[in-house]
C-alpha cells in the first residue's frame, strides 16, 4: 500500500467535502432527513477512497470497474453536500441536485454493468447504448414531474416504461441470454446480482416518488420521506454496487 496514493484518496476526499464548510445553519438534532444526508454524505466518501485505493489490488481489466465504481461515489457524495445544504438550510426538496447526479452516475452505473457484461461474454455496442437511452429517458420524465414542468402521474408512467424496457433488455434481451457463458462463476453470480439490483434495488425509487407525490398526503411529511427513500436507495445501488464489483474483481483476480 502506498501512502502516496491513500494521501492522494484523502486529497480528493476532502475537495468533495469542501462545500460542506461553506453552510451556515447548522444541522438540527431532530432533523432525520438531514442525519440522513450527512451520514450517507461520509458513507460515500469513504467508500471513494476504498474503491480508488484497492484498485491496486487486482489485475487488468477490473481496475477500470473498480476506478468507475470510485466516480459513481464521488460524483455523488459531492452533490450530497450541496443536497444536504438545500436540505438543512431551507427544508425543501434538492430536486435539481439530485437528478444532476442521477443523470451522471446512473451512466456511470451502465458502465459498470456494460464491464461485467464483457467479462462474460461478447456484449455489443447497442446494448450499451440501448441502456443509456432507457435509463436517460427514465430521468428525464421523473425530472419533469418533480419539478413540475409536467404532471406528476403521466411523468411517473412514461418513466416507469422507460424502467421497463430496460429491464426487458437486461432480462430478455440480448443481454438476457447471455447469461449461461463460459465466464468463471463468480463473474456470472456479479453479474446476476447486479442484475437483480437494476430491478430490486432501483425499484425503490419510483417507490419514493409514488410516497413523495402519488399519495396526496401532506407535502410537508411526504418530502421528508421522499428524501430518506432515495438516500436509502443511493446507498444500495451506489455504494452497495460497487462493493460487488470490488469483491468480483478481487475473486477474479486472484484465482487468476
Ligand atoms: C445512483 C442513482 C440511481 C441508481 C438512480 C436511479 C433512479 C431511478 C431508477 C429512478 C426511477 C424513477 C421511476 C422508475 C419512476 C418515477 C421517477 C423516477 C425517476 C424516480
Not at 427514465?138 to 412514461?158: D, K, Q, R, T
Not at 463468480?186 to 432501483?202: C, D, E, H, L, P
Not at 416518488?209 to 427513500?229: E, K, R
Request: charged content about 10%; some cysteine; glycine content about 8%.
Amino acid at each position: 500500500m502506498s501512502l502516496f496514493r491513500l494521501r492522494n484518496a484523502v486529497a480528493l476526499a476532502c475537495l468533495a467535502a469542501q462545500p460542506a464548510f461553506a453552510s451556515s445553519k447548522m444541522l438540527n438534532q431532530n432533523d432525520f432527513v438531514g442525519i440522513s444526508f450527512w451520514i450517507i454524505s461520509m458513507a460515500l466518501i469513504a467508500a471513494t477512497a476504498f474503491f480508488f485505493m484497492e484498485i491496486q489490488r487486482v489485475s487488468g481489466k477490473w481496475k477500470t470497474s473498480l476506478t468507475v465504481s470510485g466516480l459513481v461515489t464521488l460524483v455523488a457524495a459531492t452533490h450530497y453536500f450541496y443536497m444536504r445544504d438545500v436540505w438543512v438550510e431551507t427544508g425543501s426538496t434538492p430536486t435539481v441536485y439530485r437528478y444532476i447526479d442521477w443523470l451522471i452516475t446512473v451512466p456511470l452505473l451502465i458502465t459498470e454493468f456494460y464491464l461485467i457484461l464483457r467479462a462474460i461474454g461478447k456484449a455489443s455496442a447497442g446494448i450499451f447504448w440501448r441502456l443509456i437511452l432507457g435509463t436517460t429517458v427514465m430521468l428525464i420524465f421523473g425530472y419533469l414531474g418533480e419539478a413540475g414542468y409536467m404532471g406528476v402521474w403521466p411523468a411517473y408512467i412514461f418513466s416507469m416504461l422507460a424502467w421497463f424496457f430496460v429491464i426487458y433488455e437486461i432480462y430478455a434481451g440480448e443481454a438476457g441470454k447471455m447469461g449461461t457463458t463460459q465466464a468463471p462463476p463468480a463473474v456470472q453470480s456479479a453479474y446476476k446480482t447486479m442484475r437483480a439490483i437494476v430491478v430490486f434495488g432501483w425499484a425503490v425509487y419510483p417507490i419514493g416518488y409514488f410516497i413523495g407525490y402519488l399519495t396526496g398526503a401532506n407535502p410537508a411529511d411526504s418530502m421528508g420521506t421522499l428524501n430518506i427513500v432515495y438516500n436509502f436507495a443511493d446507498v444500495v445501488n451506489k455504494i452497495g454496487f460497487g462493493v460487488i464489483i470490488w469483491n468480483v474483481a478481487v475473486t477474479a483476480s486472484e484465482s487468476n
